[in-house]
């Protein structure tokens, strides 16, 4: 359990969840530690998805791996998440009014979480004139972390000196 949900989650779904998170939260104040979620998985089985393979590249290799890295290593914490339970993250994104470029990789699992977030803040508001969502046509999730020959810095560079004058 990740602890988001959307208006399909049942309220009952929704509140379990939230005891769930505050009685781990209680363990971890008890235990003087936090029970950790996992980091990326490893070894990595023959048949993960190609978003877990873009992770376990990334994270458990040198090309990103760091000490500190909580996907490198033993994850987050499990309650994390708990006091994002009540927050409606794009409940008033269509109020935002300073610039912003959402990028994304059209390859990436997550690449529908980008173009509802640029949809929910354009629709309806009056501040959609500079809001961009860029698509890196054959980009995963993990592909604009680092690899250089697939960002975009040449739309970054122009969207950023379009919109912060």
Known sequence: M?????????????YNQRV??????????????????GGVIDPLPDDAP?????????YKTPRGYHERSLNSNNGWAIQ????????RLFHYSKEIRTAVMIVHGD?????????????????????????????????????LYDQKDKIPFNEIET????NLK
């Open 50 to 58: 190609e978003f877990l393979q873009g992770y376990h590249a990334y």
């Open 107 to 143: 390859k990436a699992h997550s690449f529908y979480m980008g173009k509802d977030a640029y949809n929910d803040m354009i629709n309806g508001s009056k501040y959609a004139s500079n809001k961009e969502l860029f698509v890196v046509p054959g980009a995963t999730h993990t592909d």
């Open 2 to 14: 990740n602890g988001y949900f959307d208006e399909q989650d049942s309220e009952e779904a929704r």
């Open 80 to 87: 994390t998440n708990t006091s994002m339970m009540n927050v």
């Open 20 to 37: 769930n998170l505050n009685n781990q939260r209680n363990e971890d104040y008890k235990n003087g530690n936090y029970a950790l979620a």
């Open 159 to 162: 969207f950023l000196t379009n």
